[in-house]
């Protein structure tokens, strides 16, 4: 506080006189008990050096404090510092920080760090764990406001606007650092925090190191019960302990909380306490030593003196204190360098563990008009008694609005005045009150007082990702979520809002508990005048209010309102029409009015919708169309209307051939595409006319629009439209109408409610002053699209006319006419109604008629009778030389009649009145004319010699609508123009377009042959001629051509081709050059200043050309060649010096996207083009040839030619493509044909065919589906004939390295289709004689449509329904007739193994009734007379297919043929029986069997190829199944007897034959028998696995696996460890990787890990996945480093890759791994290894090594030696054999070698190397006889 230095003065200064006191002399007192500022005491101390001045000063404690007592204050947040010890209260709980109540008005805050050392612990280790802990309590769990805490200043920070922060802790360790083991006694009173609950008590963290505090659970309870937080203490809780007992010297003491004995405690002397150690919130008896206005001085414990400021006396007791009075005291604070001592007589701090008395929540904030100043203190403020009778203080910085506009009089004791409570003291027990007129009248002070709905003022504070921070009042800040920054998303709001800004916001939401408040900034929000929607009881059906979409869904937008309220719009609430996609309409953010269908309070559920109903007035009729017309009108249909009502603005009109009669309106500008024609049109209809072809345009707002634009018209019919925003792509042009005309640009609507946004920019070619200037609402236009927003749907557009015209202006132009004088021509028929005389006249025509009037600008009237009615004017001009005075007759030649005005243009001037012979004119032929009259969008002039009238474009383009003066066409002006039409219309006129002989008149379509200069260089005439040297200074750098100032007139220009002589390929040339830089060139050129083209150096103009430079060195110096030939300008000549296949250096001038090539400049005068399918090789640069281009780049290309119009060179930056067959190259999709193909363009212009058979390797149902026009494609070249390419899209085709999965084979010819085979393909038609079936680009089958399905079928309609054009099946080859070339194919499911093609539920008959016995007999016959025998056979004979591949997978049951006999006899009569075993006696052992060996093979190949059995056999021949049936209709009754006792005896059979042990299964029933009598027998479970692979069903074999492993006993662990690694298997073959990884992570959950990471290890290696099993095998090793099986089977695999280098590696890594007593049978191993696999010389190195180490180890001997034996040459056996009998080993053991060694030369060797073993054995044993007697 500002009077901290009158009150603590300074050593050596004199406190200011009082008023009406002499200054008395500071008096030297001792420091210790002074009160002083921290700073101050500090350099006392520092001063007094004077050891025995200090001890006068001890000596004399009582009679240093004198006079000075006048100078206790309150405290100040200036007095805080580090370390300084306070007692607080707690304020408010949060989340993360604690917020405390000082003395004096103060506070401060503890972070959830501070709170003690265990909980900080249990904060960081919930933090590293990332999942919540049960031990640790949130802070409103811990604490609860109004509990007095000890606290400790850790640091005082300062903010950017002068505010201070005090941080603070409770930490018993930094609050009680004063304490020590030995100072601890009993009664003391010291802050605790719970470290642990034990079994009989807590741990207490008291804070003092080498002590351990207890606390009983008896000492305890009463407190619990009190605070109500739970039946324990809980970790980090902080307490006020009472010492009870104090054992060992201080290191073990015990705690009391209990309420009672905390509250009866007292500091005494006998605790030991110290200035030092002395904590605040100790209760002390002080005896009063001064009494002063502002507080007293106490003594206390003997000899500590302290303070207490007038806001802790207590109030009932204020007045009446006298000196050496005994009070009892509470310690409020201690300063941590001074010690100076604060204490608070105030009745609740008198007992510790009590609390301060709270205000009541409705007093916050509250105005109270009259308050009565109890007490002024001119330093510090005053202290006032409010209507309550509670005190309450005012700063001094708030008793007024200034410090100048304070008067101290007006706050005498007694003296009222109006405040308002803006704080509440809990340590000062006082409210704080601000006199203040703003703070009183200012309507937020604090979150309470904010509500929901309210609009706030607020001040942006700070921009963050998650939104903006708004300061709307001191003390509250609210936050703007991002969503809500603006009605859109604002992807940079930074741009929008700055720091400081004011802004008006809307409360979303507000939690004054949380200090959480939600703001809007969105203006449809924050102006809405609509309820404000809050809570879920406010929400009554039928409420409308604006809300904004949180969320959009398929099944419906969630919106929320205020307050976090938010209710679902079901999606067929979300407009009048059906919104399949509601995402991609609503987007996050978007406010919308909403009506409220249904609200349940209760369950917090509501239901809303977009239809907002309203009953429509009955004067507004049509602007409230009917419902039914939103649905029976599409946008696009053309309708008939009548006009109703003409506006000024429109017509207004109803649609006819509508009952409803439904109203609609054409505004003026939707008449037409021509402004003038569009106001001429509504002119001349009138009320009840029928206008006839208007198209549907849109329904939004309140009525239905139409439009008559043409172009419009077709766009839409052509679908060159766009029907949302997601279907926009850059580059697109589209037709639409201008919305609307703003100072920064244009916006255009198009068909379907699309708008864009065309900036100034790029609005015009020219410099665009006023857009006004340039487009009219209304207007058409062609836009191309720019770019495109998704997050916020906003389309940038170009309306350029460089950028969206063809780039044929004169077409353009004239077709632009064409069409207008089309719609002329319409509205002449409405006008011969009204004006039949205007109809008759036509430009051309010669009238009579007589002179009127003379007007003041030279134009004359004129009137004829002829003419009644009409303005006749001609112009001065058109008056000729001749004087002419009113009344005179004349003849007159139209020349123009406005139909609108009424006014008719004709001319007196002889040369058009003259009649001449007219002449027979060419197309295209040219002529100079004279332009005669101006209109709108045309010129008349006048062919000379004829006096023919010509008309002639002004505008080439619809959006090419603004001239320059200097550009328009003026009267009598003679320019040439090229006839287009030789035939006068209707309108007396011809066609023709401006020639070039003025170019300035269009909006210039420059041709890519000419260099775009952005700068305007002006044309000077100069005296440089080509070879000239000169200096000039950069002025600007374009990528292909930089600008040279050469003097301050002159500019010239250097190309990037005359930069550098050696140009490297994908450099800038032109960035080696800097703007500002001083160049020396030379002159090598000149270019037109209008047309930029080069001109020779005899050329006429050439002095006022640009000059072209030059800077390249060896032409500045040297020879140079001029850029044009002296007499040639012919770009031919230029051209013809390329020779194709020549590569030249060329550099990007831009890619052109409407024409798709890129043009490049090889010279300043020479352009070329690159075809986009020369561009590149890799289809990635193709897609997007823009971004893989750089504007200026030096590109190398190939010359291909010229292009059509000689004036460009065709290059191509991949080489000169010759599209030979096997060649691969790229296209793009021309066409995309159904059940056929697709169309490429190839590189070079031709285009090749795709079958839908070489779209891939695998059939898909929609093949065609990923292909759309425009794809970039790589393609094989399949064959080149004729100019017919045949193009294949196979990825086996296209990367034949890769071998890729060909699931369906290229079939080519009818040799590549064998009987039996299953083949894929498409429906190709359906025909009375079967179904054809597409199996390759050339090859057909057929299936008959008994082959189709078991069904019989009279409507073929039906096969059409299953079976359509390009439907994907598989069907089997019944037989092939390679002469005809005809197959024949069959889909029944018992021999396709696919389900039938029509499904049973049509419930259609089986073939066998009588009648269609018949029918298909006859159908049969005449389609095909060999059908019987071949299909009698069918089956049987199909089910024959791969028998040697069968045979030698199973051997064991070749001759066991009876199976098939009985299980026909089951099914079918006596007949086929007989029938089926001549066949098998014909054919011995060819009976189909599924014959799985026990030792199954998991390979795919194999099990591909296993013949399919089909389960159930049925009868081929439909005819004899019907014959015996019609017979059993006349058998007798001893027939039918004898028929029954045969089938017994049958099923008899069938029986026995089930029964044979030795029977193989053949069907899933047989494996489920088997699997029930043996579930436990993996074998059985794996073979019907397989039985279920050769029928290649993957689903069911994953099926049998699963059931398998939940049937199987879980003791049987190897047999369920079977079924698992069969799984793996099935997986690894025909699932993918992340099917396989679930298989193996559940297998590992199931069995022993170790065994299912080998086997899959082993799969991996069987299938070649090197790479995979590289990886499993180093999880291994890191999870079961220990098992020395994983390390050497991981060496055994590098072994077998060839990996010699990595096992050698692996070797140190696993002696490192496993423990020593592994080692050596580690190493053997691996030698052993290193023997089989790998290098011989370090295998024995191994070995050799570990025997010199060990060279007792028999066993490795052994090894080394049965090894040796095998690989090594014998001299190296007999060696190891040697070395091992002179060893010293046990005898036994040397029998063992000698014998081992005896037997080896007894088989390899001779006998004297036999007799020499013998004598070494001899030789042992008499040295060991001779050694056992010494």
């Known amino acids: 506080m500002a009077s901290m230095e009158e009150n603590f003065p300074r050593g050596g200064t004199q406190k200011k006189p009082a008023e009406g006191k002499t200054p008395k002399p500071k008096l030297e007192q001792d420091n210790l008990f002074d009160v002083q500022h921290e700073e101050k005491s500090q350099k006392r101390k520092r001063s007094q050096k004077d050891q025995v001045k200090q001890k006068r000063f001890k000596a004399d404690k009582t009679a240093a404090v004198k006079d000075n007592i006048m100078n206790i204050g309150p405290l100040t947040i200036e007095a805080l510092s580090e370390g300084m010890l306070l007692l607080g209260c707690i304020k408010e709980v949060n989340d993360y920080d604690l917020a405390i109540s000082l003395p004096n008005g103060l506070s401060g805050f503890v972070p959830v760090t501070q709170v003690s050392d265990a909980y900080s612990k249990l904060l960081t280790k919930q933090v590293a764990q990332g999942e919540l802990l049960e031990e640790l309590n949130s802070l409103p769990e811990l604490f609860s406001p109004g509990t007095l805490v000890r606290c400790i200043v850790t640091s005082i920070e300062k903010s950017d606007d002068g505010r201070r922060s005090v941080k603070l802790s409770i930490d018993p360790k930094k609050v009680n650092k004063g304490l020590s083991s030995t100072t601890l006694a009993v009664g003391m009173l010291l802050s605790g925090s719970v470290l642990s609950m034990?079994?009989?008590?807590?741990?207490?963290?008291?804070?003092?190191?080498?002590?351990?505090?207890?606390?009983?659970?008896?000492?305890?309870?009463?407190?619990?019960?009190?605070?109500?937080?739970?039946?324990?203490?809980?970790?980090?809780?902080?307490?006020?302990?009472?010492?009870?007992?104090?054992?060992?010297?201080?290191?073990?003491?015990?705690?009391?909380?209990?309420?009672?004995?905390?509250?009866?405690?007292?500091?005494?002397?006998?605790?030991?306490?110290?200035?030092?150690?002395?904590?605040?919130?100790?209760?002390?008896?002080?005896?009063?030593?001064?009494?002063?206005?502002?507080?007293?001085?106490?003594?206390?414990?003997?000899?500590?003196?302290?303070?207490?400021?007038?806001?802790?006396?207590?109030?009932?007791?204020?007045?009446?204190?006298?000196?050496?009075?005994?009070?009892?005291?509470?310690?409020?604070?201690?300063?941590?360098?001074?010690?100076?001592?604060?204490?608070?007589?105030?009745?609740?701090?008198?007992?510790?563990?009590?609390?301060?008395?709270?205000?009541?929540?409705?007093?916050?904030?509250?105005?109270?008009?009259?308050?009565?100043?109890?007490?002024?203190?001119?330093?510090?403020?005053?202290?006032?008694?409010?209507?309550?009778?509670?005190?309450?203080?005012?700063?001094?910085?708030?008793?007024?609005?200034?410090?100048?506009?304070?008067?101290?009089?007006?706050?005498?004791?007694?003296?009222?005045?109006?405040?308002?409570?803006?704080?509440?003291?809990?340590?000062?027990?006082?409210?704080?009150?601000?006199?203040?007129?703003?703070?009183?009248?200012?309507?937020?002070?604090?979150?309470?007082?904010?509500?929901?709905?309210?609009?706030?003022?607020?001040?942006?504070?700070?921009?963050?990702?998650?939104?903006?921070?708004?300061?709307?009042?001191?003390?509250?800040?609210?936050?703007?979520?991002?969503?809500?920054?603006?009605?859109?998303?604002?992807?940079?709001?930074?741009?929008?809002?700055?720091?400081?800004?004011?802004?008006?916001?809307?409360?979303?939401?507000?939690?004054?508990?949380?200090?959480?408040?939600?703001?809007?900034?969105?203006?449809?929000?924050?102006?809405?005048?609509?309820?404000?929607?809050?809570?879920?009881?406010?929400?009554?059906?039928?409420?409308?209010?604006?809300?904004?979409?949180?969320?959009?869904?398929?099944?419906?937008?969630?919106?929320?309102?205020?307050?976090?309220?938010?209710?679902?719009?079901?999606?067929?609430?979300?407009?009048?029409?059906?919104?399949?996609?509601?995402?991609?309409?609503?987007?996050?953010?978007?406010?919308?009015?909403?009506?409220?269908?249904?609200?349940?309070?209760?369950?917090?559920?509501?239901?809303?919708?977009?239809?907002?109903?309203?009953?429509?007035g009955p004067e507004d009729k049509w602007k409230c169309t009917p419902k039914e017309k939103e649905v029976k009108y599409q946008i696009g249909e053309i309708v008939d209307v009548k006009i109703l009502k003409k506006k000024d603005n429109g017509l207004e009109v109803s649609i006819l051939e509508d009952e409803d009669n439904v109203v609609a309106w054409i505004p003026t500008l939707h008449l037409s595409d021509f402004i003038a024609t569009s106001k001429l049109l509504w002119h001349c209809l009138q009320e009840g006319d029928v206008l006839p072809r208007v198209m549907y345009l849109s329904d939004k707002g309140e009525h239905i629009i139409l439009s008559r634009k043409s172009s419009v018209i077709s766009a839409v019919q052509e679908e060159q439209v766009v029907r949302s925003f997601s279907e926009i792509q850059p580059g697109m042009l589209l037709t639409g109408y201008v919305r609307n005309v703003m100072p920064f640009g244009v916006f255009v609507e198009f068909p379907f409610g699309v708008t864009g946004l065309a900036p100034k920019v790029s609005m015009s070619d020219k410099f665009v002053t006023d857009t006004k200037d340039h487009f009219v609402v209304g207007q058409t236009v062609i836009a191309k699209v720019m770019s495109i927003d998704e997050e916020k749907q906003r389309v940038l557009l170009n309306l350029k006319v460089s950028e969206c015209s063809s780039g044929d202006s004169a077409a353009d132009g004239v077709a632009l006419l064409n069409q207008y004088f089309k719609e002329l021509k319409e509205i002449k028929e409405l006008l011969r109604r009204g004006k039949p005389s205007i109809c008759e006249l036509v430009p051309g025509k010669r009238v009579h008629l007589v002179m009127q009037d003379v007007r003041e600008d030279g134009s004359a009237l004129f009137s004829g009778s002829s003419v009644k009615g009409l303005t006749i004017t001609a112009t001065r001009y058109h008056l000729g030389d001749k004087n002419i005075s009113p009344g005179e007759k004349r003849k007159a030649f139209v020349l123009h009649v406005d139909a609108l005005t009424s006014e008719v243009h004709v001319s007196l001037r002889e040369e058009l009145l003259k009649q001449r012979p007219k002449q027979r004119l060419r197309e295209n032929s040219q002529h100079s004319v004279v332009v005669q009259h101006i209109t709108e969008h045309f010129a008349i002039a006048s062919l000379p010699g004829t006096a023919q009238l010509a008309a002639v474009p002004i505008a080439c383009h619809f959006n090419d609508t603004f001239r320059f003066d200097s550009e328009k066409l003026r009267v009598g002006q003679t320019i040439s123009v090229t006839l287009k039409a030789v035939k006068e219309n209707n309108h007396g006129v011809l066609l023709a377009v401006q020639g070039p002989a003025k170019k300035n008149v269009f909006v210039r379509t420059r041709n890519e042959s000419e260099t775009v200069l952005e700068e305007m260089l002006p044309a000077v005439k100069h005296s440089l001629s080509p070879g000239d040297v000169v200096t000039g200074t950069i002025k600007s750098v374009r990528p292909t051509h930089v600008t040279v100032a050469i003097d301050d007139k002159l500019t010239g220009s250097i190309h990037a081709s005359r930069i550098l002589d050696e140009v490297p390929i994908g450099s800038f040339p032109t960035s080696t050059l800097k703007t500002g830089q001083k160049v020396t060139a030379r002159v090598i050129g000149g270019r037109d200043v209008n047309t930029y083209r080069c001109l020779?150096?005899?050329?006429?103009?050439?002095?006022?050309?640009?000059?072209?430079?030059?800077?390249?060195?060896?032409?500045?110096?040297?020879?140079?060649?001029?850029?044009?030939?002296?007499?040639?300008?012919?770009?031919?000549?230029?051209?013809?010096?390329?020779?194709?296949?020549?590569?030249?250096?060329?550099?990007?001038?831009?890619?052109?996207?409407?024409?798709?090539?890129?043009?490049?400049?090889?010279?300043?005068?020479?352009?070329?083009?690159?075809?986009?399918?020369?561009?590149?090789?890799?289809?990635?640069?193709?897609?997007?040839?823009?971004?893989?281009?750089?504007?200026?780049?030096?590109?190398?290309?190939?010359?291909?030619?010229?292009?059509?119009?000689?004036?460009?060179?065709?290059?191509?930056?991949?080489?000169?493509?010759?599209?030979?067959?096997?060649?691969?190259?790229?296209?793009?999709?021309?066409?995309?044909?159904?059940?056929?193909?697709?169309?490429?363009?190839?590189?070079?212009?031709?285009?090749?065919?795709?079958?839908?058979?070489?779209?891939?390797?695998?059939?898909?149902?929609?093949?065609?589906?990923?292909?759309?026009?425009?794809?970039?494609?790589?393609?094989?070249?399949?064959?080149?004939?004729?100019?017919?390419?045949?193009?294949?899209?196979?990825?086996?085709?296209?990367?034949?390295?890769?071998?890729?999965?060909?699931?369906?084979?290229?079939?080519?010819?009818?040799?590549?289709?064998?009987?039996?085979?299953?083949?894929?393909?498409?429906?190709?038609?359906?025909?009375?004689?079967?179904?054809?079936?597409?199996?390759?680009?050339?090859?057909?089958?057929?299936?008959?449509?008994?082959?189709?399905?078991?069904?019989?079928?009279?409507?073929?309609?039906?096969?059409?329904?299953?079976?359509?054009?390009?439907?994907?099946?598989?069907?089997?080859?019944?037989?092939?007739?390679?002469?005809?070339?005809?197959?024949?194919?069959?889909?029944?499911?018992?021999?396709?193994?696919?389900?039938?093609?029509?499904?049973?539920?049509?419930?259609?008959?089986?073939?066998?009734?009588?009648?269609?016995?018949?029918?298909?007999?006859?159908?049969?016959?005449?389609?095909?007379?060999?059908?019987?025998?071949?299909?009698?056979?069918?089956?049987?004979?199909?089910?024959?297919?791969?028998?040697?591949?069968?045979?030698?997978?199973?051997?064991?049951?070749?001759?066991?043929?009876?199976?098939?006999?009985?299980?026909?006899?089951?099914?079918?009569?006596?007949?086929?029986?007989?029938?089926?075993?001549?066949?098998?006696?014909?054919?011995?052992?060819?009976?189909?069997?599924?014959?799985?060996?026990?030792?199954?093979?998991?390979?795919?190949?194999?099990?591909?190829?296993?013949?399919?059995?089909?389960?159930?056999?049925?009868?081929?021949?439909?005819?004899?199944?019907?014959?015996?049936?019609?017979?059993?209709?006349?058998?007798?009754?001893?027939?039918?007897?004898?028929?029954?006792?045969?089938?017994?005896?049958?099923?008899?059979?069938?029986?026995?034959?089930?029964?044979?042990?030795?029977?193989?299964?053949?069907?899933?029933?047989?494996?489920?028998?088997?699997?029930?009598?043996?579930?436990?027998?993996?074998?059985?479970?794996?073979?019907?696995?397989?039985?279920?692979?050769?029928?290649?069903?993957?689903?069911?074999?994953?099926?049998?696996?699963?059931?398998?492993?939940?049937?199987?006993?879980?003791?049987?662990?190897?047999?369920k460890l079977n079924v698992w690694v069969a799984l793996l298997n099935l997986e690894n073959m025909y699932g993918s990787e992340e099917t396989l990884m679930k298989v193996f992570e559940r297998a590992v959950q199931y069995n022993e890990p170790l065994k299912v990471f080998q086997h899959l290890c082993d799969i991996y290696a069987s299938s070649e996945k090197y790479k995979q099993a590289e990886e499993l095998y180093h999880t291994m090793l890191k999870r079961f480093r220990q098992e020395k099986s994983v390390w050497l089977k991981y060496a055994s695999f590098l072994l077998k890759q060839g990996q010699a280098e990595a096992t050698h590696r692996l070797l140190e890594r696993a002696l490192k791994a496993l423990p020593t007593k592994e080692h050596v049978d580690v190493i053997s191993r691996f030698a052993q290894l290193e023997f089989h696999s790998g290098d011989t010389e370090h295998a024995k190195a191994l070995f050799e090594s570990t025997l010199s180490n060990y060279p007792k180890r028999t066993d490795i001997w052994s090894i080394y030696m049965d090894i040796m034996i095998k690989h090594g040459s014998q001299k190296e056996v007999r060696d190891i054999f040697e070395r091992v009998i002179h060893l010293s080993l046990a005898p036994k053991k040397m029998k063992f070698f000698f014998k081992r060694y005896l037997d080896y030369e007894n088989k390899f060797g001779t006998a004297e190397s036999v007799l020499a073993v013998k004598r070494a054995a001899l030789e042992y044993v008499e040295t060991k006889s001779s050694l056992a007697d010494t």
């Open 198 to 616: 034990e079994d009989h008590g807590y741990l207490i963290d008291i804070g003092v190191t080498g002590t351990h505090a207890f606390l009983p659970h008896e000492k305890a309870k009463n407190y619990i019960k009190a605070v109500k937080k739970g039946p324990d203490l809980k970790i980090g809780q902080n307490l006020n302990c009472l010492i009870v007992e104090v054992k060992n010297e201080g290191r073990v003491v015990c705690l009391s909380i209990d309420r009672s004995e905390v509250a009866a405690s007292i500091a005494t002397e006998r605790q030991n306490w110290t200035l030092s150690n002395l904590l605040p919130g100790l209760v002390v008896k002080a005896r009063v030593q001064k009494v002063a206005p502002l507080g007293m001085k106490l003594t206390f414990l003997s000899y500590f003196t302290g303070i207490v400021d007038f806001m802790h006396m207590d109030p009932e007791k204020s007045m009446s204190y006298s000196p050496d009075q005994v009070v009892k005291a509470c310690v409020l604070s201690v300063h941590s360098t001074s010690k100076a001592v604060r204490l608070t007589l105030r009745p609740p701090f008198l007992h510790p563990g009590g609390a301060p008395r709270q205000l009541p929540a409705q007093r916050m904030g509250a105005v109270l008009e009259e308050a009565t100043v109890k007490t002024f203190y001119k330093q510090f403020g005053a202290v006032f008694e409010l209507d309550d009778g509670t005190l309450a203080f005012a700063r001094l910085k708030h008793l007024s609005k200034t410090r100048k506009s304070f008067k101290p009089g007006a706050f005498k004791e007694g003296c009222k005045h109006k405040c308002r409570i803006i704080d509440y003291s809990l340590m000062d027990e006082m409210c704080i009150v601000s006199l203040k007129h703003q703070i009183i009248e200012a309507q937020f002070l604090q979150y309470q007082d904010i509500h929901v709905g309210d609009v706030v003022q607020g001040k942006v504070v700070s921009l963050k990702p998650i939104g903006m921070q708004v300061k709307v009042a001191d003390g509250i800040r609210g936050l703007v979520p991002s969503l809500h920054l603006s009605d859109v998303i604002l992807k940079q709001p930074e741009k929008k809002y700055n720091i400081g800004d004011e802004v008006k916001c809307r409360v979303l939401e507000c939690n004054p508990g949380g200090k959480k408040l939600i703001l809007t900034l969105k203006k449809s929000l924050v102006q809405s005048k609509l309820p404000v929607l809050s809570n879920y009881e406010d929400a009554k059906p039928g409420l409308i209010t604006h809300g904004f979409v949180v969320c959009a869904r398929e099944f419906g937008c969630i919106v929320k309102f205020y307050n976090d309220v938010k209710g679902l719009v079901p999606k067929n609430e979300l407009g009048s029409e059906p919104i399949s996609c509601p995402d991609k309409v609503f987007f996050d953010g978007q406010v919308l009015k909403v009506m409220v269908l249904k609200c349940e309070p209760q369950q917090e559920r509501l239901l809303l919708s977009f239809r907002l109903s309203s009953k429509p």
């Open 1096 to 1615: 020779p150096i005899t050329h006429p103009h050439f002095t006022q050309s640009i000059p072209e430079l030059s800077i390249r060195p060896s032409e500045k110096e040297g020879e140079f060649t001029a850029l044009l030939n002296l007499k040639e300008e012919s770009s031919l000549n230029k051209l013809g010096l390329y020779n194709v296949g020549q590569t030249v250096t060329c550099f990007v001038k831009k890619y052109n996207m409407l024409k798709n090539w890129l043009e490049v400049e090889v010279t300043p005068d020479i352009r070329g083009r690159v075809p986009h399918l020369l561009l590149s090789l890799n289809t990635k640069v193709l897609k997007h040839p823009e971004k893989s281009f750089k504007n200026g780049q030096a590109i190398s290309a190939t010359v291909t030619g010229t292009d059509a119009s000689e004036t460009n060179l065709c290059l191509s930056l991949t080489g000169i493509h010759s599209l030979e067959p096997d060649t691969i190259s790229v296209g793009k999709v021309a066409k995309v044909i159904p059940h056929i193909g697709l169309t490429i363009v190839l590189p070079g212009g031709k285009t090749g065919k795709v079958s839908i058979f070489h779209l891939n390797d695998t059939y898909t149902e929609d093949p065609l589906g990923n292909f759309e026009a425009g794809k970039i494609v790589r393609c094989y070249i399949l064959s080149n004939e004729n100019d017919k390419i045949q193009l294949s899209l196979r990825q086996s085709r296209l990367n034949p390295k890769v071998k890729s999965k060909v699931e369906d084979i290229e079939i080519t010819s009818i040799k590549d289709v064998k009987k039996g085979q299953l083949v894929r393909g498409y429906v190709k038609s359906i025909t009375p004689s079967g179904v054809f079936f597409g199996l390759s680009t050339s090859l057909l089958g057929r299936i008959l449509f008994q082959n189709v399905s078991r069904y019989f079928v009279q409507n073929y309609s039906l096969y059409e329904k299953y079976l359509p054009e390009g439907k994907l099946l598989t069907a089997k080859v019944l037989g092939v007739n390679r002469k005809e070339e005809h197959i024949e194919l069959s889909l029944l499911p018992e021999d396709t193994g696919m389900p039938s093609v029509l499904p049973e539920s049509l419930g259609l008959p089986e073939y066998g009734t009588e009648e269609e016995k018949r029918e298909a007999d006859d159908e049969g016959k005449r389609e095909e007379p060999k059908l019987k025998t071949k299909r009698r056979r069918g089956n049987y004979e199909s089910s024959q297919e791969a028998k040697p591949k069968k045979r030698k997978i199973c051997p064991a049951d070749e001759n066991d043929s009876g199976i098939e006999v009985y299980y026909r006899e089951e099914e079918e009569d006596d007949q086929e029986e007989e029938a089926a075993k001549k066949s098998k006696e014909g054919k011995p052992g060819e009976a189909p069997r599924l014959q799985v060996s026990m030792g199954f093979t998991w390979d795919e190949d194999n099990a591909m190829d296993i013949p399919v059995l089909d389960q159930k056999e049925e009868s081929s021949e439909s005819e004899e199944e019907e014959d015996v049936r019609s017979k059993l209709k006349k058998r007798t009754k001893k027939e039918k007897d004898l028929e029954k006792q045969k089938r017994e005896k049958e099923l008899c059979k069938v029986e026995a034959a089930l029964m044979d042990p030795s029977r193989q299964p053949q069907s899933a029933d047989d494996f489920d028998r088997l699997v029930l009598g043996s579930p436990n027998s993996s074998i059985l479970w794996l073979q019907y696995m397989a039985f279920h692979l050769q029928a290649t069903e993957i689903e069911k074999a994953r099926a049998v696996a699963e059931r398998a492993l939940k049937t199987i006993s879980f003791r049987e662990e190897q047999e």
